[in-house]
């Protein structure tokens, strides 16, 4: 029998990332919260971006993504030449642990962080290392205990995915402060345009003058544009340059970066967006928190649930209650969260129906499965 190839050491260790459940059997009107989309969608602007690029799709993009570096440079107040865009911020994720990780390294990230993090630490051949977490919030003193010799790079979500919880500026800062000068501290900041916190910082500042500070966005959260798969990074000149060396040379196809584009354009739509999460978000939260039931404070546009233990009450009941009418939200057994269920926040009525559905599913009989 023929010999097959043998993949690089920790390649067979990974376990395939698994996206949230887009449909419910049976629901042609499915209520998706399963995977932090954004409620109102894209801007009208970035619509029509995408619609109109339609007669030019023989072309090749902007490899180096040139005009919406700049238009995210004025945004931000940054500057553009320190910025990489990607395929998704998933695939700068990748990169860095590519760049700056491999056999004999470590990778830390915390107990419940984004799983791309030990993903891309074993395509890399590194070895991933968990940090504790106190409350289902990164802890700095239990991060920095982890740092050893061979540490790399430490992947920190600040707002975290799937906790929506968030360290403050004072913390990160002495976060980095902490790490050795070696360690590539990166900012996972997906979440940020939601954060209305006053002591929140998204880590530009950090990346901008600390040489192994980096901070990565999305376009697929606020923006709306998760179908078309486009992230950013901004670092210091070193670390931007090592990323422009190995990303592929057209990473970030055209209709991206047309439509993220005109999205930047759109300020007032992604204000109405993160109105409209807030309101619902708190609203849902105190009227679960009514009904007992855990709930993690979140500056996202999710929230973390808690179920009890009890058979017919538990999060595995919760969920199949929730989807058998329609409505679907996010197992968390591979996150180590076996007892809570992540509910994205989606428009009025969604968010009126997944409340109304869950004060049914606690007021029923605990041993009817949610049924009554």
């Not at 906790?163 to 500026?169: D, E, M, N, W």
């Not at 808690?306 to 199949?320: I, Q, S």
């Not at 007021?363 to 499965?369: L, M, V």
Request: aromatic share 6%; net charge negative.
């Amino acid at each position: 029998m023929p010999v097959a190839p043998v993949p690089r050491p920790g390649i067979m260790e990974i376990s395939p990332y698994v996206g949230g459940r887009a449909s419910a059997e049976g629901h042609s009107n499915t209520i998706k919260l399963s995977s932090n989309e954004s409620a109102l969608g894209p801007s009208p602007k970035a619509q029509a971006a995408y619609r109109e690029l339609g007669p030019t799709l023989h072309r090749y993009p902007d490899g180096g993504a040139s005009e919406l570096r700049g238009a995210l440079g004025a945004l931000h107040g940054i500057e553009a030449e320190r910025i990489v865009c990607g395929n998704g911020s998933d695939e700068l994720l990748q990169l860095l642990a590519r760049a700056y990780a491999g056999p004999g390294d470590e990778v830390i990230y915390t107990r419940h962080g984004f799983l791309v993090y030990p993903l891309a630490t074993l395509s890399a051949g590194a070895t991933p290392v968990v940090a504790p977490e106190t409350d289902c919030t990164a802890d700095v003193d239990a991060i920095l205990a982890k740092v050893t010799e061979r540490t790399r790079l430490v992947f920190l979500a600040n707002p975290n995915n799937p906790t929506g919880t968030y360290i403050p500026k004072g913390a990160l800062r002495r976060l980095w402060g902490g790490l050795p000068e070696h360690v590539v501290l990166v900012i996972d900041a997906a979440y940020a345009e939601y954060v209305s916190a006053a002591d929140y910082d998204p880590g530009l500042d950090l990346a901008g003058r600390a040489p192994n500070v980096v901070m990565t966005r999305t376009f697929s959260k606020a923006y709306g544009l998760a179908a078309l798969r486009l992230g950013w990074l901004y670092g210091p000149p070193a670390i931007v340059d090592v990323l422009h060396r190995i990303r592929g040379p057209f990473n970030a196809n055209g209709a991206a970066l047309a439509a993220a584009l005109a999205a930047l354009g759109d300020q007032d739509h992604i204000a109405r967006t993160c109105r409209l999460n807030e309101s619902c978000r708190d609203a849902l939260a105190a009227r679960l928190g009514a009904l007992g039931l855990g709930v993690v404070p979140s500056v996202c546009n999710f929230l973390l649930v808690r179920f009890p233990a009890d058979p017919g009450r538990d999060a595995a009941a919760a969920d199949r209650f929730l989807t058998e009418r329609g409505i679907v939200a996010r197992r968390l057994e591979p996150y180590h969260l076996a007892d809570c269920l992540r509910i994205g926040i989606g428009l009025e009525e969604e968010t009126e129906a997944v409340g109304r559905a869950l004060e049914q599913f606690m007021a029923a009989p605990a041993d009817s499965g949610g049924e009554r």
